[in-house]
């Protein structure tokens, strides 16, 4: 996905936040920007969730999710 329809999908994802914040959404993607601000990531790998937490506890674990944001140069 390019980063417009990127920025478009993340708009509406927080919309639907917004209006309800009871809800509940999976988001599955490859992109770690479109994930940075759920509440909760699952790293999942080998078919089953290797780590899980919010951004920063991921971040501060330096475990798989860290090594991939660090890899791919995003800050």
């Given at each position: ?39 909760v990531i699952c790293v ?14 991921l971040i501060q674990q ?14």
């Open positions: 996905m390019d980063s417009y329809n990127e920025q478009v999908v993340q708009e509406a994802l927080e919309r639907a936040q917004d209006e309800d914040p009871s809800r509940t959404s999976v988001v599955i993607a490859h992109r770690l920007s479109t994930i940075r601000s759920c509440d999942i790998g080998k078919g089953r969730v290797m780590e899980s937490g919010s951004h920063a506890e330096r475990g798989v999710y860290y090594q991939m944001y660090t890899h791919n140069g995003s800050s």
